[in-house]
């Protein structure tokens, strides 16, 4: 499977998330094979857990299916510029390469705002590579946010 197609699994996770009501962000762990190791969306509403966003509930699902603290030399999609926290955690979990869809200038915290990966006191990095399937996410937030006004 190609970078492509593993973000279109997390775009399905997105929509996925949309018909729940939640925000639709979706994420997938990959492992070094290529296996999808990890999935999910946006959950704070239904976990009533203002952390469950789709890349840590992703994270978790992968790290509990595995047994591991963390997943050195795996891959994470997500649809949206991560935040703060989320980038935090990948870090923590040693994320090999971050690949995600739609810029997020107000929540961001990769390119935008805290940029954790770019501190000292960040101990570990992932490649990040931005913009894979940008549009397609990017519309699926704004019909999101366009249907509760
Ligand atoms: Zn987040």
Do not use: W
């Not at 790290?63 to 935090?88: F, H, I, K, N, S």
């Amino acid at each position: 499977m190609s970078f492509r197609s593993y973000m279109e699994i997390a775009l399905e996770e997105a929509r996925a998330a949309a018909a729940r009501g939640e925000v639709p962000v979706g994420a997938v762990v990959v492992s070094p094979e290529g296996e999808i190791v990890g999935r999910g969306g946006n959950r704070t509403r239904e976990d009533n857990d203002p952390t469950a966003h789709a890349e840590i509930v992703a994270l978790r699902q992968a790290c509990a299916a595995l047994g591991l603290e963390r997943l050195p030399g795996y891959d994470l999609y997500v649809t949206l510029e991560p935040c703060p926290m989320c980038a935090a955690a990948m870090s923590n979990a040693r994320i090999r390469r971050l690949y995600y869809g739609a810029e997020d200038p107000k929540s961001g915290g990769v390119a935008h705002g805290a940029k954790v990966f770019s501190h000292a006191q960040c101990h570990h990095a992932p490649e990040v590579y931005d913009g894979i399937a940008a549009v397609e996410a990017e519309a699926l937030l704004k019909n999101f946010f366009a249907a509760r006004r």
